[in-house]
C-alpha cells in the first residue's frame, strides 16, 4: 500500500462527484429501473452533465443555467437567467419540462432525489442547506418524499463547504427568533463528497489532508490517497482528466 497526496480545485471536485456518483450503483439502479431527480445547483450541474453523457442523451442543458440560490462574490453577476425545470430521468428517459415541486410528490420507494447543501460536518456525515424562501423553497417536497414515501437523499457536496459543528446545532442557531438571513435546514439521506467519490472510481481510500491556496486554488483541497498500485494508477489518470476543469460552469 501507498499514500500519495492529490491536489483538487472545487471545479475539479465538483466534477470528481459527479463522476462518481454516476458509477455509484444505488444511484445507476435509481436512473434505469426507478426514477432519479437531479435538482438544480452548482454542483449537480455537474451531475446533470455526467448523466446526460451516461444515457447517451442529447437533450440541451445550459449548466451555466442549471442552478439556484447560488452564492457570488462582491459584485459578481451570474450569466443569465436559471434554468425552469429539474432533470428527472424516468426509467432511461430523460424528462427537461417539470420542476421538483411537480416530481418530488409522485416518487416512492426506488427512486431517488440529488440534492446540493451549503454546509458538510464532515466527521458526522451530515449536512445543511441554506433556505431564503419563507416557504421553505424545494426542501419541503425533498422531506416530503424522503419522510412520507422513503424516496432515497444522496447529497452531492464539496470539502470546501465542511463546518466545525453538528449541523442541527448550526440550524438552531440560524432559525432562532433572533437570527436574521438565510435559514439552514438539515438534510436526510447520504452524504457524498470527493472522498466518496475516490472510492467509487478507483477503490482506493482518502483522507482530507490540508486545503486552501490561490488563483483559482481557494476552497482547494489537497486528498491522501491509498491504495494499490493499481488503483493509485487509476486515480493519477482521473487527475489527469480533471486537470482539464474549466475554472467555472458559470462563466460565459
Given at each position: 500500500m501507498k499514500t500519495v497526496p492529490f491536489l483538487i480545485t472545487v471545479p475539479m471536485g465538483k466534477r470528481l462527484i459527479a463522476k462518481g456518483l454516476l458509477a455509484d450503483p444505488a444511484v445507476m439502479e435509481a436512473m434505469v429501473r426507478g426514477r432519479l431527480l437531479i435538482v438544480a445547483g452548482t454542483t449537480n450541474a455537474y451531475v446533470?452533465?455526467?448523466?446526460?453523457?451516461?444515457?447517451?442523451?442529447?437533450?440541451?442543458?445550459?449548466?451555466r443555467s442549471f442552478r439556484r440560490g447560488v452564492t457570488l462574490a462582491p459584485g459578481a453577476k451570474l450569466p443569465g437567467d436559471q434554468t425552469k425545470f429539474d432533470l428527472l430521468i424516468d426509467h432511461g428517459e430523460?424528462?427537461?419540462?417539470?420542476?421538483?415541486?411537480?416530481?418530488?410528490?409522485?416518487?416512492?420507494?426506488?427512486?431517488?432525489?440529488?440534492?446540493?447543501?451549503?454546509?458538510?460536518f464532515l466527521s458526522g456525515a451530515e449536512a445543511g442547506t441554506l433556505i431564503g424562501h419563507p416557504?421553505?423553497?424545494t426542501i419541503i417536497p425533498?422531506?416530503?418524499?424522503?419522510?412520507?414515501?422513503?424516496?432515497?437523499?444522496?447529497?452531492?457536496?464539496?470539502?470546501?463547504?465542511?463546518v466545525?459543528?453538528?449541523?442541527?446545532?448550526?440550524?438552531?442557531?440560524?432559525?432562532?427568533?433572533?437570527?436574521?438571513?438565510?435559514?439552514?435546514?438539515p438534510l436526510p439521506g447520504r452524504v457524498?463528497?470527493?472522498?466518496?467519490a475516490v472510492q467509487t472510481l478507483t477503490?482506493?481510500?482518502?483522507?482530507?489532508?490540508?486545503?486552501?491556496?490561490?488563483?483559482?486554488?481557494?476552497?482547494?483541497?489537497?486528498?491522501?490517497?491509498?491504495?494499490?498500485?493499481?488503483?493509485?494508477?487509476?486515480?493519477?489518470?482521473?487527475?489527469?482528466?480533471?486537470?482539464?476543469?474549466?475554472?467555472?460552469?458559470l462563466q460565459d
Open positions: 446533470a452533465q455526467e448523466a446526460l453523457r451516461a444515457t447517451g442523451s442529447s437533450a440541451a442543458l445550459d449548466s430523460i424528462r427537461t419540462d417539470r420542476t421538483v415541486f411537480e416530481i418530488a410528490p409522485e416518487l416512492g420507494p426506488g427512486d431517488m432525489i440529488l440534492k446540493g447543501a451549503n454546509a458538510l416557504q421553505g423553497g425533498i422531506l416530503a418524499a424522503a419522510i412520507g414515501r422513503r424516496v432515497q437523499i444522496v447529497v452531492p457536496i464539496g470539502l470546501e463547504k465542511r466545525e459543528k453538528p449541523i442541527p446545532e448550526l440550524a438552531r442557531l440560524m432559525n432562532s427568533a433572533g437570527a436574521e438571513g438565510p435559514r439552514l435546514c457524498y463528497t470527493e472522498l466518496d477503490g482506493a481510500h482518502a483522507e482530507l489532508l490540508a486545503a486552501g491556496g490561490a488563483l483559482g486554488a481557494e476552497g482547494a483541497v489537497y486528498l491522501a490517497v491509498t491504495g494499490e498500485e493499481d488503483q493509485l494508477e487509476t486515480m493519477q489518470a482521473l487527475m489527469n482528466e480533471l486537470r482539464r476543469e474549466p475554472a467555472s460552469l
